[in-house]
């Protein structure tokens, strides 16, 4: 092909897009092979050992029960469709990348015919190949993943530290509770406490019985903080 010039910009976006189409035929084929590796892991690490499968990814549920069958199922297909469709793909981007080369051979030999202009733009790069492309479109997705994974790490951190921390607090107060309860049981005098005892068997019996709904207690509770 002759040297590279300059070109109106309807010609360069005419590139642009042949360029386009080729960039998304090589993301599919890039991303449908990633699918296709964690897929047939999924399916690799299920005919290893089913119960441990069972037991790691789905924890309720035994290795023959319909989830667990139903998603091996799925990626059984998806693993059959990727190995129909392989060959397709490359046919397919193997044409896109020929189109762009008839489009960049059209585009030149019609700026080559036209009189020198202003307003051009320089000749759109060209694209990487496509063994640089996918090598580094797969380290963007290993960093991607790394970020993902540091960013799931120090939120299920955080989780934990908040859940620890409501836990103590609970524990706390529970204590406190504990406290005044028995503070309160110690100064009584055998006719409040035998009252007490009255009033804690009543409210039980009338929870077990279903006599006294949850609003009901709340009410008691208070109306005998009151009196207190």
């Not at 599919?28 to 092979?33: D, F, P, S």
């Not at 699918?35 to 005919?47: F, H, I, K, M, W």
């Not at 585009?107 to 990487?128: F, K, Q």
Request: charged share 35%.
């Amino acid at each position: 092909m002759a040297k590279r010039t300059d070109l109106p910009k309807r010609l360069a976006a005419r590139i642009r897009a042949a360029q386009e189409r080729v960039r998304q035929k090589r993301l599919g084929i890039v991303y449908a092979e990633k699918n296709y590796e964690q897929s047939r892991a999924r399916v690799d690490a299920y005919e290893e050992d089913p119960i441990a499968f069972a037991a790691r990814f789905y924890q309720n549920h035994e290795w023959d029960s319909y989830p667990v069958q139903a998603n091996l199922a799925t990626n059984r297909e998806r693993n059959e469709c990727h190995e129909r469709r392989r060959e397709e793909r490359i046919k397919e981007l193997a044409e896109l990348e020929s189109a762009l080369m008839r489009t960049e051979e059209l585009v030149l030999a019609e700026v080559t015919r036209m009189r020198p202009t202003t307003g051009r733009v320089p000749w759109p790069r060209s694209l990487p190949a496509f063994t640089k492309f996918r090598a580094q479109l797969e380290m963007e997705m290993r960093r991607e993943d790394e970020r993902w994974r540091a960013e799931r790490a120090r939120d299920d951190a955080e989780f934990e530290r908040m859940i620890a921390h409501e836990e103590s607090a609970l524990e706390e107060l529970q204590e406190l509770g504990d406290k005044e309860l028995l503070r309160d049981l110690a100064a009584m005098s055998p006719s409040e406490y035998a009252n007490y005892r009255a009033w804690a068997d009543y409210f039980v019996l009338s929870l077990r019985s279903g006599s006294l709904g949850m609003q009901d207690i709340l009410s008691q509770v208070r109306s005998n903080k009151r009196a207190r």
